[in-house]
């Protein structure tokens, strides 16, 4: 496992300032924990991820590739990216995390990248019922079908400590947080100078501690799906989308599938 996860999943103490949690139970490694008793501190575990806590180590990895290719929509760079992204992987834990004392734990997928090369993880997929929620709060846009898709494996997903993929039931808040930001500032730009509707861009990425956003933008459709670019709140613009053979360079890119395969390139 990661030492930057085994870091991150340790409880705080005195003598343990690192730890971002109250308490941690890794669930793979606790064996003797039936299904009532996880399900019932942890509300939100699914009992597919349960069941995975009970294999071993290449079972997990193998069993979480075959998930993430069952659920999203078949795309060649895709599969590649995705067999490589397991191939670094040397264990996917399962913990339970608890913030405050007396509050329910929650579940959190984390997949360790070998050669302590950092850490991915993500929370419990979302619900068919939060996934229509997601798209009556978003009532004058199609959200992109691979996002809705992406949702059914992790509801909010991260690189180490990024804020990463937002969870849905954030997306509506933090959609009016930004909506007012941008209304303080000049008229919304892209990079190569065309003026934006701020309200046709639907964040979905946040970078920690940044107001670094990439979003989903309704003034740009390649093949029937929305595309998604990148907001700098340092220059005030998006990214250039006339360049998306670029778009590891400009940040705009046609599909959120597209996206997710430069998010998971190994950390360097």
């Known amino acids: 496992m990661d030492n930057h996860a ?32 996880a399900k019932d501190i942890a509300p939100s575990l699914c009992k597919g991820w349960f069941e995975l806590s009970r294999l071993s180590t290449k079972d997990r990895i193998d069993f979480t590739l075959e998930f993430w290719l069952t659920k ?18 040397d264990d996917i834990a399962i913990f ?9 734990y929650e579940p959190q997928l984390v997949y360790s990248i070998s050669e302590n090369s950092g850490f991915f993880h993500g929370y419990p997929p979302a619900t068919e019922e939060e996934i229509l929620v997601l798209q009556k709060e978003f009532p004058d ?8 898709s992406f949702l059914g494996i992790h509801n909010g997903f991260a690189k180490l400590t990024d804020t990463g993929i937002m969870r849905s039931t954030e997306m509506k808040n933090v959609y009016e947080d930004f909506q007012i930001m941008l209304k303080n500032e000049d008229p919304m730009i892209t ?3 065309n003026t934006v509707n701020p309200a046709s861009l639907i964040p979905f990425y946040k970078s920690f501690g940044m107001p670094f956003f990439q ?10 799906e929305m595309g998604n670019v990148y907001y700098s709140g340092t220059t005030k613009t998006i990214s250039d989308c ?18 997710l395969i430069f998010y998971l390139e190994k950390i360097s």
């Open 6 to 37: 085994i870091e991150f999943y340790s409880p705080y103490s005195e003598a343990n300032s690192h730890g971002h949690f109250h308490h941690v139970i890794p669930l793979h490694d606790n064996p003797d924990m039936t299904w009532r008793l």
């Open 72 to 89: 999203l929509p078949y795309h060649l760079l895709l599969n590649k990216c995705l067999d490589t992204f397991f191939h670094s992987i």
């Open 96 to 104: 339970l995390t608890q913030t405050l004392n007396d509050e329910p």
């Open 141 to 148: 846009y199609i959200l992109p079908s691979d996002y809705l």
């Open 191 to 193: 990079g190569s100078g």
């Open 215 to 224: 979003c989903f933008w309704g003034e740009w459709y390649h093949e029937n």
């Open 242 to 259: 006339s360049k998306t053979d670029f778009h590891v360079e400009t940040m705009a890119f046609e599909t959120f599938t597209d996206w």
